[in-house]
């Protein structure tokens, strides 16, 4: 029972605190980024992907600090599924769910 429990609980705690869950939360946005997003945003996130020369405004760089002042989860998942009128950034309404999640988790994982 002692056994039972000395390896049930750190297996309890990881569950409770979502640490290998980030981890691949971080592996699936990345995916979705690199499916849907980096033409624009770029390899590096920095808004230099291989379309951006071509746009204008140009594509939001997410290394940038003042881009990720006073931005909450909930306005840029509001962004990535409706779009942003006046820029070339679409509205991305099939992403959902999970997938959302992880990817808005994937560029917050790019501010310095
Ligand atoms: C066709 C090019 C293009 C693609 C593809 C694209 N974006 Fe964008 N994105 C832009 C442009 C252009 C902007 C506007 C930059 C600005 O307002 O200065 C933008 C802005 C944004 C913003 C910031 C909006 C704000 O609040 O100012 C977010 C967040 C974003 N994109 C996320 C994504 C995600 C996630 C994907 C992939 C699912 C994606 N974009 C795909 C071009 C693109």
Known sequence: M???LSAAVPALLLG??????????????????QASCL?????AADGKGPAAAALKPRPTDFTSADFWKDR??????????????????MGFGQL???DLDAVVAFLRSKAP
């Open 16 to 33: 409770v605190f979502g640490t290998p869950a980030a981890a691949a939360d971080l592996t699936r946005g990345q995916k979705v980024y």
């Open 2 to 4: 002692k056994r039972l």
């Open 39 to 43: 033409a624009c945003h770029g390899v």
């Open 72 to 89: 909450s989860d909930e306005s840029i998942k509001q962004v990535i599924q409706s779009g942003k009128p006046g820029t070339s950034m």
């Open 96 to 98: 959902q769910g999970e």
